[in-house]
């Protein structure tokens, strides 16, 4: 299984941006899907993860209400909206697939996409 992360970019405070995660070479909705972030210095971190049906969406406490993930299944991606973005969430983000759990747990992940730079200018 291949996820190719794309999207990151620079943003300034308050504007929104959507990364894109693209699976290549599995059974999709074998996988619940994730998004994890890690900044300079600091542990890679939960962001948000979604079922493999769609029905169930995690966020870790600081993006909630700001951001939402979503997945099409029929095009193999999920995606991640960031809306109202301040300088915490500038993070090298992460997409991972978890072929057992609900994909909120860092050392659970089955595969990791190569990440994609997120800066946040104030």
């Known amino acids: 299984v291949q996820l190719q992360a794309s999207g990151g970019g620079l943003v300034q405070a308050g504007a929104s941006l959507r990364l894109s995660c693209a699976c290549s070479?599995?059974?999709?909705?074998?996988?619940?899907l994730a998004w994890f972030r890690q900044a300079p210095g600091k542990e890679r971190k939960f962001v948000a993860s979604?079922?493999?049906?769609?029905?169930?969406?995690y966020y870790a406490d600081s993006v909630k209400d700001r951001f939402t993930i979503s997945r099409d299944n029929a095009k193999n991606t999920v995606y991640l909206q960031m809306n109202k973005m301040n300088s915490e969430d500038a993070a090298v983000y992460f997409c991972?697939?978890?072929?057992?759990?609900?994909?909120?747990?860092?050392?659970?992940?089955?595969?990791w996409g190569e990440g994609t730079l997120v800066t946040v200018s104030s």
């Open positions: 070479g599995g059974i999709f909705v074998r996988y619940a």
């Open positions: 979604i079922s493999r049906s769609g029905s169930d969406e």
């Open positions: 991972g697939a978890d072929s057992v759990g609900a994909g909120t747990r860092v050392d659970r992940m089955d595969y």
